[in-house]
């Protein structure tokens, strides 16, 4: 990011003399959202005249040194924070850390230079405190309304609300944005009483998403809200995490739960707590990729957990298959719902394999694979030109 | 799935695209391209996905830089025949800019202004941005006896754009080649002399060193 920041010191109207970026704030500042997650949003929105416009689909640019892909200016508005977050870097008692703020024409400047090299969708504000909620909202929000109206930007912007921020201030941050988020962090108070003291789970957290849920019956928020949740630092279970999860789908209307596996940092409470693995992660999502693409139900889903609660590192998909499949099913009369709970198969090839059966029936595993279908893992699921693939190691490991 | 204009425009950009793909591409609804398991219905889909790939790959990892306060330029080498599609995404994304995307042999310039696409084909990078800084300095000046003179050269070859002959047949009609559909072909001085956004009364000026080379 620092990188990027050197090759961004000009402006909308050239070079920028005199008006050097503050690396080390840049590089502080961006490190900072570390377990801030962001992926793709599913706005669309491009005017006459306006600058910029935000794609459909996935946002894809650059890669991270962990390997994760970044296409958005992720960065906290400051790392200033009064809270005590087990995990987090920028808690206040956390060693030695320097604080760093922006101010929002310095962030609107950052941000277009990256916008207009190509290097970045848009922008994701995340924030420490600062000294108070609603005076650090108010700058993150003068920031993104500076983006807006002063240089007509039209890229992607999703903006974190901060615990405890007033409802006016949510407003406004939902009229700016593309995506607003309020983090969980815990999937619940007990659990949050143990990651972060000074965090109020029903107050902070759950009341401001429930704002969000009100004003988007006025104010449209073309990519939602979302929320995440820190994996394993809390000692939770992965059923837990689950039915928390159930909740903010059902009943606050989320659209997306980001989760982010713990990583102890130095200098934090948490230094010497273990690191959870990143399959953990892994696995938590594709549950959540089970229940809201592939709309299975809470009790199929149960099939995936443990007795005692947790995921095992293993595709849920077949564990849940498994569990419910009675014999191999035949992809010529297989409905929608059949197919997609087969291992090797999505929503996508599911579709396919229903156009492809109104030409003539489906008699070859090399026909499935041309559709899409993940032959090998699918095989024992299947019964094709009358006879089920690799019946064998069907219910084996 | 891809609407079959989709398609088209991606199979037509394939650099191993014939006009009797082309044919049998027309003759496929979408569902039948989602679906198939014909040999030849599967490679028009690979092929149309490869093409869309290497777009949004481009689009993603492209890295712009300004010259002047009129034009970004960004470096690429595309596979199939994208050039357009992607200077054409850039200059509506930042309306009133000049778009100049190329390599060393060839280089494709977009301008979105006043709810119009305009283009340009023409040849290495560094050729038509030193054409257009040519032409800046020139409108700068002023002087329209020196701009007439200026601008003859660059005039020249732009009409001579090396992609304009090329094509025939299906391909070059879909794409609308020469002059047609989304796209004017326009010389370059015709382009800058479009409203931009640079602030009133301000000079352009272009640093020589900004211009890259080869």
């Known amino acids: 990011m620092a990188r990027l920041a050197t090759e961004s010191c000009f402006d909308s109207v050239g070079p920028a003399p005199g008006r050097a970026i503050d690396l080390a704030k840049v590089e502080a500042l961006g490190r900072g959202t570390k377990y801030d997650l962001c992926t793709s949003s599913a706005a669309k929105r491009q005017g006459e005249d306006a600058l910029g416009s935000a794609l459909r689909g996935g946002l894809c640019h650059s890669f991270t ?90 890229g992607y912007v999703h903006l974190k609300i901060l615990p405890g921020s007033s409802k006016e201030h949510v407003r406004e941050a939902m009229e700016l944005a593309d995506r607003v988020s309020v983090n969980l962090e815990a999937p619940s108070s007990a659990r949050m009483a143990e990651l972060c003291p000074s965090k109020e789970y029903e107050r902070d957290i759950l009341a401001r998403q429930r704002y969000i849920q009100d004003i988007s019956r006025y104010v449209a928020l073309p990519a939602g809200q979302t929320t995440q949740m820190v994996v394993g630092a809390a000692g939770e279970t992965d059923r837990e995490i689950f039915d928390r999860l159930l909740l903010e789908y059902d009943v606050l209307n989320l659209k997306r739960v980001y989760f982010s596996a713990f990583t102890p940092l130095a200098g934090t409470a948490f230094e010497d707590r273990e690191k959870a693995p990143a399959w953990r992660e892994h696995r938590l999502y594709q549950i959540d990729w089970l229940y809201r693409i592939y709309k299975l139900d809470e009790g199929e889903i149960t099939a995936a957990f443990d007795d005692s609660g947790y995921l095992p590192d293993g595709d849920p998909k077949v564990a849940i298959a498994r569990a419910s499949f009675e014999e191999p099913i035949d992809p010529n009369g297989a409905s929608f719902a059949e197919l997609i709970r087969v291992p090797g198969i999505g929503p996508k090839t599911a579709r396919r394999i229903l156009l492809c059966r109104k030409n003539g029936r489906i008699e070859r595993m090399r026909d499935l694979a041309a559709l899409g279908v993940a032959a090998r893992r699918a095989g024992p699921f299947l019964k094709v030109g009358g006879k089920a693939a690799a019946t064998l190691d069907r219910w084996g490991v | 799935m891809m609407r079959t204009g989709e398609l088209l425009r991606h199979l037509a950009a394939h650099r191993n695209s014939t006009d009797r793909l082309m044919a049998r591409a027309r003759t496929l609804s979408p569902e039948e391209v989602e679906a198939s398991t014909d040999p030849e219905v599967l490679r028009i889909r690979r092929m149309a996905l490869a093409v869309r790939g290497e777009v949004c790959r481009m689009r993603g990892f492209i890295r712009l830089r300004p010259l002047g306060e009129r034009v970004l330029w960004g470096r690429i080498s595309p596979h199939h025949d994208v050039g357009f599609e992607i200077s054409d995404f850039f200059a509506r994304r930042f309306p009133g800019k000049l778009i100049v995307l190329g390599d060393g042999r060839r280089s494709w310039t977009s301008l979105y202004s006043e709810g119009a696409l305009h283009r340009q084909i023409g040849d290495g990078l560094s050729s038509t941005l030193a054409d257009i800084s040519r032409i800046m300095d020139l409108l700068a000046e002023g002087s329209e006896e020196e701009k007439g003179d200026g601008v003859t050269g660059a005039d020249e070859k732009a009409e001579k754009g090396r992609d304009g002959g090329e094509r025939t047949g299906e391909r070059a009609a879909f794409r609308g080649e020469g002059g047609g559909r989304d796209g004017e072909i326009r010389p370059l001085e015709r382009l800058l002399s479009k409203p931009g956004r640079a602030p009133e009364g301000r000079r352009e000026t272009v640093q020589r060193s900004d211009i890259p080379a080869g």
Do not use: Q, W
Not at chain 1, 99 to 128: C, H, K, M, Q, W
């Open chain 1, 65 to 154: 040194g962990s390997g994760r892909c970044v296409s958005l200016f992720k960065t906290l508005y400051t790392n200033a924070c009064p809270h005590d977050c087990g995990y987090c870097p920028n808690a206040s008692i956390s060693a030695g850390k320097k604080i760093f703020s922006y101010d929002p024409e310095e962030l609107v400047r950052i941000t277009l230079a990256l916008y207009r090299e190509n290097r970045i969708e848009g922008l994701f504000l995340s924030s420490g405190i600062g000294r108070d909620e609603n005076e650090t909202m108010e700058e993150m929000i003068e920031a993104v309304r500076l983006l807006r109206s002063a240089h007509h930007f039209r």
